[in-house]
């Protein structure tokens, strides 16, 4: 069993809007923050956004602030990434994750403090 299962990416055009989930099959007593990553091709992979799994509290990366949404239900153990105004360059594979290691601020916007990671789902933003 996968711990950490995306779905919901897609082809969209620019403008347009999709919804990520990230079922988190792990137990969810002692997360700290589960996140989504995204990586384009020949790039690094690199921060969208997080959640503090306890209390909702959450960050964003500013080339999606006022756009991506980040959010989770606790009871359903999965989080969401709602993506409206997209564009070409958000086009990337992207990841959950999530950390039993504890960071705050920036710390939460590296890879490292990330324990599980899922697979990947394929996000094409047309022009």
Known sequence: QEQLAES???????GGSLRLSCVVSVDT??????????????KEREFV??????????????????????????????????????????TAVYYC???RNYCSGYGCYATEPYDYWGQGTQVTVSS
């Open 8 to 14: 919901g990416g897609g082809l969209v055009q620019s």
């Open 29 to 42: 007593f002692g997360i700290y923050y589960t996140a989504w990553f995204r990586q384009a091709p020949r």
């Open 49 to 90: 956004a997080a959640i503090r799994w306890s209390t909702g509290f959450t960050y964003a990366a500013d080339s999606v602030k006022g756009r991506f949404t980040i959010s989770r239900d606790e009871a359903r153990k999965t989080m969401y990434l709602q993506m409206n105004s997209l564009k070409p360059e958000d």
């Open 97 to 99: 994750a999530a950390a």
